[in-house]
């Protein structure tokens, strides 16, 4: 499965943007999908995730309220509709998705996509 993730860009603070996953390949094989963000110097963080049928999410504290993640499982896409940034969302945004293998479980990455917010 590949991920290509599109949409990041510079945003004011308190500015939007959304964020789109596509996957291309074997995907019947995904399971649940995510997004990831890294800042410079810091850990590759969970920010949101979506169960396979998009019934069920979950975020980090840091951004619920704000972000909201949804999927096509029709065209393939995952989104990410962030609002009222702020400068400390500024990272690379990955898409993460979780498959089902033949040998168990697997997992895919985007290249990212950068994201800075300025204040």
């Known amino acids: 499965v590949q991920l290509v993730e599109s949409g990041g860009g510079l945003v004011q603070a308190g500015g939007s943007l959304r964020l789109s996953c596509a996957a291309s390949g074997s995907t019947f094989s995904i399971s649940s999908m995510g997004w990831y963000r890294q800042a410079p110097g810091k850990q590759r963080e969970m920010v949101a995730r979506?169960?396979?049928?998009?019934?069920?999410?979950k975020y980090t504290d840091s951004v619920k309220g704000r972000f909201t993640i949804s999927r096509d499982n029709n065209q393939n896409t995952m989104y990410l509709q962030m609002n009222s940034l702020k400068p400390e969302d500024t990272a690379v945004y990955y898409c993460?998705?979780?498959?089902?293998?033949?040998?168990?479980?697997?997992?895919?990455w985007g290249q990212g996509t950068q994201v800075t917010v300025s204040s």
């Open positions: 979506i169960a396979s049928g998009g019934g069920s999410t």
């Open positions: 993460n998705a979780e498959l089902f293998l033949d040998h168990g479980l697997g997992s895919s």
